[in-house]
T-cell receptor
Framework: DGGITQSPKYLFRKEGQNVTLSCEQN?????MYWYRQDPGQGLRLIYY???????QKGDIAEGYSVSREKKESFPLTVTSAQKNPTAFYLC?????????????FGSGTRLTVV | GENVEQHPSTLSVQEGDSAVIKCTYS??????FPWYKQELGKRPQLIID?????GEKKDQRIAVTLNKTAKHFSLHITETQPEDSAVYFC?????????????FGSGTQLTVLP
């Protein structure tokens, strides 16, 4: 998967449950991101992290939480407070600053509420 | 914050014809503009990018143009082939910080008819 791995590929959540989506990268990238993609829509930023033990909210952070305990890992928890969690979730990473070639994306996790 | 608008939302062309997708952005500080191609059920892949110090960039059948004054940029695909069928996303960001929080357009579904 080009150095960034998301798991699982498919995830089913019951109402009221928290679930955690995994994202691991071996690209030595400092910055990592979580995006949500809904059908027919673009990618919307949930959270991002520039450095270990630091992260910032994106445009749609409500109902989500993250951690960045290791440079390689940036897991996303979808909490029961997220009222409409069914979507395709994409993790990405990038180098710091200028240069480079934008994001490297993971292959995504499709979350469905059952 | 940045806002990126993308048009058209769907585009059908005959094989061999050209396709043009247009994006506008709102933040004049944005200086990096990548384009991603996403095939059904797969992760977005970077196909070309442009920085604000150039007006045009080409890579074989793909080209991107940037008009900083008007704050718009466009993707041009020539001699389209069926394998070009996918969703295309434009994005914009300011590359000066540690993280690049890309703001994405809503996507264009390109269909190349044989």
């Amino acid at each position: 998967d080009g150095g960034i791995t998301q798991s699982p590929k498919y995830l089913f959540r019951k109402e009221g449950q928290n679930v955690t989506l995994s994202c691991e990268q071996n690209l030595n990238h400092d910055a990592m991101y979580w995006y949500r993609q809904d059908p027919g829509q673009g990618l919307r930023l949930i959270y991002y992290s520039q450095i270990v033990n630091d992260f910032q909210k994106g445009d749609i952070a409500e109902g989500y939480s993250v951690s960045r305990e290791k440079k390689e890992s940036f897991p996303l928890t979808v909490t029961s407070a997220q009222k409409n969690p069914t979507a395709f979730y994409l993790c990405a990473s990038s180098n710091k600053g200028t240069g480079g070639h934008g994001y490297t994306f993971g292959s995504g996790t499709r979350l469905t509420v059952v | 914050g940045e806002n990126v608008e993308q048009h058209p939302s769907t585009l059908s062309v005959q094989e061999g014809d050209s396709a043009v997708i247009k994006c506008t952005y709102s933040d004049s500080a944005s200086n990096y503009f990548p384009w991603y191609k996403q095939e059904l059920g797969k992760r977005p892949q970077l196909i070309i990018d442009i920085r604000s110090n150039v007006g045009e960039k080409k890579d074989q059948r793909i080209a991107v143009t940037l008009n900083k004054t008007a704050k718009h940029f466009s993707l041009h695909i020539t001699e389209t082939q069926p394998e070009d069928s996918a969703v295309y996303f434009c994005a914009a960001t300011w590359e000066g910080g540690s993280a690049r929080q890309l703001t994405f357009g809503s996507g264009t579904q390109l269909t190349v008819l044989p």
